[in-house]
């Protein structure tokens, strides 16, 4: 597609009940990151996808959060168990990553996860 | 562990004038720096990039720089316009592959 696209753009929750985001990157794209929004705060590393290694997975905040990517396409952000801090806005990127890696982050508009 | 830091507190300017944004970085020598603007509600947008090897870049009405030894990059929006009000992130690539961002600075412009 034209841009990185999230989906839901907004999800309210029962404390307790899992939850599934979604992330399609620009088509081409190698590498897929995954971020953390909460209010007024900055942007928190999750986890970051690139090609066919190994995920840095060293973001993740517990065992509750967990990640897949389909090869070089569609991500998904799974979190179990929601509790009331995980309320935050989860943002998704993508790049091309050049031979040095340094090309630039292409942001989705993000999915605002609100558990009740 | 790579740090960023950013002045939390917001930048308020009069229309017209240059402003300033600071990012400075610990525990880290990163071969360049990106510098991204947030508006409420949406994902950032990538601004400009800068190595290591380059002291300055400018774009339009925006400039760069880019101090290894002070481990610091400013960041100029000269002749600023009340839609340049938005947050602005500074970012690094780690040896990691990860970028790391931080936490921004909010950017107001009156009119």
């Known amino acids: 597609g034209a841009g990185v696209s999230q989906s839901p753009s907004n999800k309210v929750t029962e404390k307790g009940k899992d939850v599934e985001l979604r992330c399609d990157p620009i088509?081409?794209?190698?590498?897929l990151y995954w971020y953390r929004q909460r209010l007024g705060q900055g942007l928190e590393f999750l986890i970051y996808?690139?090609?066919?290694?190994?995920?840095?997975k060293s973001g993740l905040p517990s065992d509750r959060f967990s990640a897949e990517r389909t090869g070089e396409s569609v991500s998904t952000l799974t979190i179990q168990r929601t509790q009331q801090e995980d309320s935050a806005v989860y943002l998704c990127?993508?790049?091309?990553?050049?031979?040095?890696?340094?090309?630039?982050?292409?942001f989705g508009q993000g999915t605002r996860l609100t558990v009740v | 562990s790579q740090k960023i830091e950013q002045n939390s507190e917001a930048l308020n300017i009069q229309e017209g004038k240059t402003a300033t944004l600071t990012c400075n970085y610990t525990?880290?020598?990163?071969?360049?720096l990106q510098w991204y603007r947030q508006d409420p509600g949406r994902g950032p947008v990538f601004l400009l990039l800068?190595?290591?090897?380059?002291k300055e870049k400018r774009k339009e009405r925006l400039k760069v720089t880019f101090d290894t030894t002070l481990k610091q990059s400013l960041f100029h929006i000269t002749a600023s316009q009340p839609a340049d009000s938005a947050t602005y992130l500074c970012?690094?690539?780690?040896?990691?592959?990860?970028?790391?961002f931080g936490a921004g600075t909010r950017l107001f412009v009156k009119a």
């Open positions: 800068i190595r290591e090897n380059e």
């Open positions: 990127a993508s790049s091309l990553e050049g031979t040095r890696g340094n090309t630039e982050a292409f």
């Open positions: 088509s081409g794209h190698t590498a």
């Open positions: 525990n880290y020598s990163p071969a360049y």
């Open positions: 970012a690094f690539r780690t040896g990691g592959f990860k970028t790391i």
């Open positions: 996808f690139q090609g066919n290694s190994a995920p840095d």
